[in-house]
């Protein structure tokens, strides 16, 4: 399934020089990539296709690239807790919402 980054650039931005965890990442990069979904709300619906997916070969911002990133970089770091307290309960980490709050469609009451 198509995601909001690769394998390959989750693994050189976090610094990952091993295969022993592709598996393990491959998981998280989908999660991360569906926590930005929702986070985003219709705003992202210009980089899925009908049926909720990301298209293979679309161009995304390089902003949700790095958040996405940064997500997987939490869960992978801290697979069981957030013993850094760096989100609350139901939300994302502050630094990933810094970077995706402008593009955010706002949740209607």
Same mark, same amino acid.
């Given at each position: 399934?198509? @995601? /909001?980054?690769?394998?390959? =650039?989750?693994?050189?931005?976090?610094?990952? #020089? /091993?295969?022993?965890?592709? !598996?393990?990442?491959?998981?998280?990069?989908? %999660? !991360? =990539?569906? @926590?930005?979904?929702?986070?985003?709300?219709? @705003? %992202?619906?210009?980089?899925?296709?009908? +049926? &909720? $997916?990301?298209? $293979? +070969?679309? #161009?995304?911002?390089?902003?949700?690239? =790095? %958040? =996405?990133?940064?997500?997987? &970089?939490?869960?992978?770091?801290?697979?069981?807790?957030?013993? #850094?307290?760096? /989100?609350?309960?139901?939300?994302?980490? &502050?630094?990933?919402? $810094?970077?995706?709050?402008?593009?955010? #469609?706002? !949740?209607? @009451?």
């Amino acid at each position: 399934m198509p @995601a /909001f980054v690769s394998l390959e =650039t989750v693994k050189m931005r976090l610094k990952i #020089d /091993f295969a022993d965890d592709d !598996a393990l990442l491959d998981g998280l990069i989908d %999660a !991360a =990539t569906d @926590a930005v979904i929702n986070y985003l709300k219709s @705003a %992202a619906e210009q980089y899925l296709d009908s +049926g &909720g $997916s990301v298209p $293979s +070969g679309i #161009d995304i911002p390089p902003v949700i690239q =790095t %958040a =996405t990133v940064m997500m997987v &970089g939490y869960l992978y770091r801290n697979p069981d807790q957030d013993p #850094d307290r760096d /989100f609350d309960p139901g939300y994302l980490p &502050g630094p990933v919402i $810094s970077l995706l709050y402008p593009l955010r #469609d706002p !949740a209607l @009451a």
